[in-house]
C-alpha cells in the first residue's frame, strides 16, 4: 500500500513561531503536494513538487514555503506562523503518469491539524 | 473563481436508499475526474476516477456519472451504508498538464439508519 505519513498529527504553536511540517512517502512517487482544508473552502494547493529540488506555487503559497531535498521527503515552512493559519493541512503524492488517462490518484497522508494562537 | 463546484454543502439519506452527489466545473479542459471520501480527522481516501473519454465508471455501489455537455458529474451510491456517512471532495484536472487538481468545497453525506 502507499504510505505517506505526516509526522505530526496535532501541534500548536504561537504567533510568529516558525513552523516545520514533515512529509514522507514510501512509493518512489515523484510528485508530491501541500493542501490545506479549510470549512466551506474545501482542499487549496498550497505548493507542489514534481521532483527533487522542484516546487511550484499553487493556488495560496503566501506565508508558506517547501523544501523537497529528498524524493521520499516534502516539507512545508512556515516561517511566521499567523493566525490565519489555523488549519489542516494535507500532504499527498502521486506517480508522474497513472491511470488510463495518463493522470495521477493522489494519495493523502492523515492530516496535520495546525492551531496558532 | 471557484472552477470546481460542489453546491450542497450537506445530504442526508436513508440507509439503503441511493445518495446522489453532484459536481459542475467551469474548466472545458478538465479531462480527469476523481471523488474522494473523507472522515474526521483522517487524510482524504480515493473513491472512483473517470476520464473524458468516458461517460460512466462503476466500481461495486460506487458509480460516477460524466456530461461533459453540461460540465457535470455526479456520484451514486447505492445501496448506502451508515460507514458511507463521510464528506465527498471531487477533484478535476488536465491530465496531461501541471498535476494541479482543483478540488471542490466537499458535501457532507449523512447516512442514516
Known amino acids: 500500500d502507499v504510505k505517506v505519513t505526516q509526522s505530526s498529527r496535532y501541534l500548536v504553536k504561537r504567533t510568529g513561531e516558525k513552523v516545520f511540517l514533515e512529509c514522507v512517502q514510501d512509493?518512489?512517487?515523484?510528485?508530491m503536494f501541500w493542501y490545506r482544508q479549510d470549512p466551506g473552502l474545501g482542499l487549496r494547493l498550497i505548493y507542489f513538487s514534481y521532483d527533487v529540488k522542484m516546487k511550484e506555487k499553487g493556488d495560496i503559497p503566501e506565508g508558506y514555503s517547501v523544501s523537497r531535498e529528498k524524493k521520499e521527503r516534502f516539507s512545508l515552512i512556515l516561517e511566521s506562523a499567523s493566525t490565519n493559519q489555523t488549519s489542516m493541512y494535507l500532504c499527498?503524492?502521486?506517480?508522474?503518469?497513472?491511470?488510463?488517462?495518463?493522470?495521477?490518484?493522489?494519495?493523502f497522508g492523515a492530516g496535520s491539524r495546525l492551531t496558532v494562537l | 473563481d471557484q472552477q470546481v463546484k460542489q453546491n450542497s454543502p450537506s445530504l442526508s439519506v436513508q440507509e439503503g436508499r441511493i445518495s446522489i452527489l453532484n459536481c459542475d466545473y467551469t474548466?472545458?479542459?478538465?479531462?480527469?475526474f476523481l471523488w474522494y471520501k473523507k472522515y474526521p480527522a483522517e487524510g482524504p481516501t480515493f473513491l472512483i476516477s473517470?476520464?473524458?473519454?468516458?461517460d460512466k465508471n462503476e466500481d461495486g455501489r460506487f458509480t460516477v456519472f460524466l456530461n461533459k455537455s453540461a460540465k457535470h458529474l455526479s456520484l451514486h451510491i447505492v445501496p448506502s451504508q451508515p460507514g458511507d456517512s463521510a464528506v465527498y471532495f471531487c477533484?478535476?484536472?488536465?491530465?496531461?498538464?501541471?498535476?494541479?487538481?482543483?478540488f471542490g468545497t466537499g458535501t457532507r453525506l449523512k447516512v442514516l439508519a
Open positions: 474548466n472545458s479542459m478538465f479531462d480527469y
Open positions: 512509493m518512489d512517487h515523484e510528485n
Open positions: 473517470i476520464s473524458s473519454i468516458k
Open positions: 477533484a478535476a484536472a488536465v491530465a496531461s498538464g501541471t498535476y494541479k487538481y482543483i
Open positions: 499527498a503524492s502521486s506517480p508522474h503518469l497513472g491511470g488510463e488517462s495518463g493522470a495521477n490518484v493522489l494519495t
